[in-house]
């Protein structure tokens, strides 16, 4: 997979027949399908899913999936490395999940929705919401798997935190991807500089209000 080339030609014109509509849910054309192809085409994926315009049902649909895989993986990591009251931790990260995980998509998608059309994003707020929660489907295997294999290496140390990284900076990159691609931005780079700066500033800030606090 070249990343440089998602990164930069992100409005490249699909080639003939590439995006034909969907026969079914799982076969080529389907949301499996999509899912799949984005790991090698993430572009092509995205396109795919913004042209289908999907119903504000399905969007809610496809964040439910979504949150629900990335919680199997922090699940399965909590069983793998056992302890005290898992049964409650287990409890805790679906409660997170659906309850705060939801919601905050939809806040992300607004807040994108707004700074991008501050510079010229030509996106509709479907779309924002679209581009958001595709990103988040999209890589949601790769973060279950890297959530296992982290529990799974946690006696590495480090390592173990740098294969979870692994998966955040994955949705990183499709999120940027799939972002200027709604937007209609010639490149995701300008995505990626301006949420680093957003999260720089609130990191800033929280750390800001602890210090004060401590």
């Given amino acids: 997979m ?13 080639s ?8 079914s849910r799982v076969g080529e054309g389907g949301v499996l399908w999509r899912v799949l192809r984005s790991h090698w085409d993430m572009k092509g994926a995205t396109r795919a899913m913004l042209e289908s315009k999907p119903s504000e ?6 964040l439910i999936l979504a949150c629900l895989t990335i919680y199997a993986g922090r699940a399965f990591g909590l069983m793998i490395m ?15 999940a659906i309850m705060f995980g939801i919601p905050s998509f939809y806040g992300v998608a607004a807040l994108c929705g707004l700074i991008a ?32 294999l982290s529990a799974v290496l946690a006696a590495g140390g480090e390592f173990a935190r740098v294969v979870e990284l692994a998966g955040s900076v994955y949705f990183g990159f499709a ?13 995701a780079w300008g995505v990626f500089g301006v949420t ?11 750390w800001l209000l602890l210090g004060d606090m401590a």
């Fill in 196 to 206: 680093a700066a957003v999260l720089a500033v609130i990191f800033c800030g929280l």
């Fill in 117 to 148: 059309r501050a510079f010229g994003g030509e996106a509709s707020w479907r779309e924002c919401r679209t581009a958001v929660f595709w990103a988040a489907l999209a890589t949601a295997p790769v973060v279950f798997a890297t959530t296992v």
């Fill in 175 to 187: 999120f940027c991807v799939a972002v200027a691609m709604a937007n209609k931005f010639r490149t």
């Fill in 82 to 96: 056992g302890g005290d009251d898992l049964l409650a931790r287990v409890g805790v990260n679906f409660i997170a």
């Fill in 16 to 23: 003939i027949g590439a995006d034909s509509q969907p026969t």
């Fill in 57 to 62: 049902t399905r969007l809610l649909m496809l």
């Fill in 2 to 14: 070249d990343v440089s080339q998602d990164f930069i030609r992100v409005t490249e014109p699909a």
